[in-house]
């Protein structure tokens, strides 16, 4: 036997304790698949057989129900128009009248009547009509023990009686079924002319209250202008609105002036202050006073100064001519030097006083033209004040005339549009039955055919209801389905997932004989080419480590075709050059010799009993070099228990180092616990199920069991998958079968 390259030197390899390692479930894992291109491709004879059978039916009814039941659909018609506001206007109706505010309000008053046509005050009177009562059989229907039952035929006029407007124009239609063609054209014309009665009377009604409202507003309103024109008279009185004008005017001066006379006091009084607050700083300055210099001009002109310089001048004047006589330090130059010199003292003491004098004088000056000025400036704002109200009073009494003469020019005008409106109006009750904005235009005639039934609407309704309820039947049948029929429902198991899938033997266009055979005797088809797939989705999931693999493939329930799938995938191993074992390990049912074609025993029994050893005990294969078995064994040393054992680990320990595949058949888990002892012994698993054989729940559970098993679970292998299952299915098989012969027949 050939090594895989890969492969390294023979030896026991540690197996990897693994949990569960399936991926959890996507989104869609959760809701139902419902797939609508296969339901319809998998029931479309159903449908078909539905469809017939619709029309059928549908034919069937249309007769009985003309007969029987056949009901007629009367109508009358009536026109409405846009509201004339004008006694001038024609009256020819105008659906476009007014533009788009004229369009909008015709269609709100097309809604208007027809819910007036639908409403309980028409049908109540159309129900207790003599027309009614007396001309129909319509009514007869409703006498109960010699009385008429009002309840029941109101109710039922209320069923049948029908009103819309009809689009695009200007025209109500309103219609009443009946099983008698005859009564159905009374009743509508009946139930026309009560309505149109019922307008006639309200639009006069309203009219009426319309000229009440405008010959009440109008007196009102004269009432109101004469009450303005009284209120004019007394607040003139005797004065014209001449005399009001020149009060105003002569206000208005006397206020300009004394607003001028006040400008200029206020200018004064600052200034006054000004000039009293310097002083005051100047005399309580701690430096002492320096006088402002028209107060010392004041006193340079004062006699008492001017003397005493005219006397200084003389002195002056003689000192020189005494200097010049008797030069400088003669005794009478001395003397005359200091008489200057005392009558200067004299005069800077008299200036002195006359400063301080004159400064208190001019601060009591400024003090009493302040308070003149104040007095002054109080008398002017008082009169201003004064000619203030008196110009406001004036102006008052001029706003109030003009605003009463304003409102008496409005009323008068109000009074002459409600005179024209009521002019107006009474024209119009003159036109009344000219211009009624509600006609009708055709009363109905007896129909010549019957509303309904109409095998137009009876076959296709009836087609449709049974057509419906089968796939409605077909729907509720799938959502209720817990097997799995296809692959895809494998995805709705939490914790599961899609390993591989296998299809049944008769969808192989190669004609394999059986499933364990089909990779050995037909490698060109469906499912041998489906078991590589397999294989190569085992190698991506499978632990990878050193030595040979053992995988457990078991099947939920019996009849899943795990043996088969197991010696199919056997057979794929071993043709790829990989040494390759087949275990049986199902001591309760062996079936993997008949599919070998060998003997039953010995086998792993007597290995675990001990009475052979492994390379005695296995079996060759004819026509695979790479493949070999190990039989269930002698049928007395089949012990279960001995599955559990440390022999069942020595032996794959043992098959580990002589191949590079093991694989192990084992008893359906739902039988015997077999396969969860073998699971935590094998280094992974794969779970085998037939579609339309297990349900979804019993998978899940199975799953989680060897989930929970130290080998890894590596998924969900679908076998036994037929086209029905899906349409796209059959197309595929075919498809793939063919690109595997052409390339098979060009080799």
Do not use: W
């Not at 002195?315 to 008489?339: D, K, S, V």
């Not at 197991?566 to 599919?595: C, W």
């Amino acid at each position: 036997m050939s090594t895989s390259a890969t492969q390294a030197p023979p030896m026991t390899p540690a197996r990897p304790q693994q949990g569960p390692t399936s991926p959890p479930p996507s989104s869609a894992a959760f809701g139902a698949t419902i797939d609508p291109i296969r339901l319809l491709k998998r029931y479309k004879l159903h449908l078909a057989a539905s469809m017939m059978a619709g029309v059928i039916l549908g034919v069937i009814a249309y007769f009985p129900l003309a007969m029987f039941f056949p009901r007629f659909t009367a109508h009358t018609i009536f026109e409405a128009k846009p509201p004339i506001e004008d006694a001038a206007q024609t009256g020819v109706s105008s659906a476009g009248a007014g533009g788009t505010a004229g369009v909008q309000e015709l269609n709100l008053f097309m809604q208007t009547l027809v819910a007036d046509m639908l409403g309980d005050a028409l049908r109540a009177q159309l129900a207790v009509h003599p027309t009614l009562r007396n001309q129909t059989e319509f009514a007869k229907s409703f006498e109960r023990g010699g009385s008429f039952d009002l309840v029941e035929a109101t109710d039922t006029i209320k069923s049948r009686l029908r009103a819309r407007v009809i689009p695009e124009t200007a025209y109500i239609q309103m219609s009443f079924t009946a099983g008698n063609r005859t009564d159905a054209a009374t009743i509508v014309n009946t139930a026309a002319d009560i309505f149109q009665n019922r307008v006639i009377t309200r639009s006069n009604e309203r009219v009426e209250d319309t000229l009440q409202s405008i010959t009440a507003r109008r007196r009102s309103v004269q009432i109101e202008r004469r009450n303005k024109e009284q209120q004019m008279q007394r607040l003139l009185g005797d004065n014209r609105m001449e005399s009001l004008d020149m009060r105003l005017t002569d206000a208005a001066t006397t206020v300009q002036s004394l607003s001028i006379q006040i400008a200029e006091l206020r200018n004064s009084r600052e200034m006054f202050g000004d000039r009293l607050k310097n002083y005051e700083d100047m005399r309580s300055s701690p430096e002492g006073i320096v006088y402002p210099d028209e107060i010392r001009s004041q006193v340079q002109m004062h006699p008492h100064i001017a003397a005493y310089n005219q006397q200084l001048a003389g002195m002056r004047a003689t000192l020189r001519t005494m200097r010049e006589r008797f030069g400088p330090n003669h005794y009478q130059i001395r003397q005359i030097e200091n008489a200057i010199r005392g009558t200067e003292i004299e005069r800077d003491a008299e200036e002195q006083r006359l400063l301080a004098e004159l400064f208190n004088n001019a601060i009591e000056s400024s003090r009493m033209t302040i308070a003149s000025i104040d007095a002054t400036l109080r008398e002017a704002d008082a009169n201003r004040a004064t000619a203030l109200l008196r110009m406001q009073e004036v102006t008052r009494t001029q706003a109030e005339f003009e605003t009463l003469k304003a409102d008496a020019e409005r009323l008068a005008g109000q009074e002459v549009d409600l005179s024209a409106q009521l002019d107006n109006v009474q024209a119009l009750m003159q036109r009344q039955s000219v211009a009624s904005r509600i006609q009708l235009v055709q009363r109905a005639t007896a129909p010549d055919k019957p509303s309904f039934p109409r095998i137009i609407i009876i076959v296709p309704l009836v087609t449709f209801l049974v057509v419906g309820l089968v796939s409605g039947l077909i729907v509720l049948r799938e959502l209720l389905e817990q097997r799995v029929r296809m692959p895809a429902d494998v995805q709705m198991i939490p914790r599961a997932r899609l390993l591989g899938v296998i299809a049944d033997v008769g969808e192989d266009p190669s004609r394999p004989t059986s499933v364990d055979t089909a990779v050995r005797d037909r490698p060109e088809g469906v499912i041998a080419e489906q078991v590589r797939q397999l294989r190569a989705s085992i190698a991506k999931a499978r632990p990878q480590q050193q030595g040979g693999f053992a995988m457990l493939v078991v099947g939920a329930m019996p009849g899943s075709g795990a043996s088969s799938v197991g010696a199919a995938l056997a057979h794929s191993y071993a043709a790829m050059g990989e040494r390759t074992l087949v275990i049986d390990a199902n001591l309760r049912k062996p079936r993997l010799h008949q599919f070998l074609g060998l003997a039953d025993a010995p086998g792993l029994s007597d290995v675990l009993s001990g009475e052979k050893t492994l390379d005695a005990a296995l079996q060759r294969t004819t026509g695979d070099s790479a493949l070999d078995f190990l039989a269930a064994g002698t049928r007395a040393a089949r012990v279960f228990e001995r599955l559990n054992s440390d022999r069942m680990s020595t032996l794959l320990a043992e098959a580990r180092s002589k191949y590079d595949v093991i694989i192990l058949d084992s008893a359906p888990m739902v039988v015997a616990g077999d396969a969860v002892i073998l699971a935590g012994k094998a280094d992974c698993s794969a779970l085998i199920v037939r579609t339309y054989q297990e349900s979804r729940g019993l998978i899940a559970r199975v799953s989680s069991q060897l989930q929970d098993a130290s080998a890894k679970h590596l998924g969900v292998v679908v076998n036994g998958v037929r086209a029905s299952a899906g349409g796209y299915y059959r197309r595929n098989f075919r498809i793939a079968h063919q690109y595997s012969e052409t390339a098979s027949t060009k080799a």
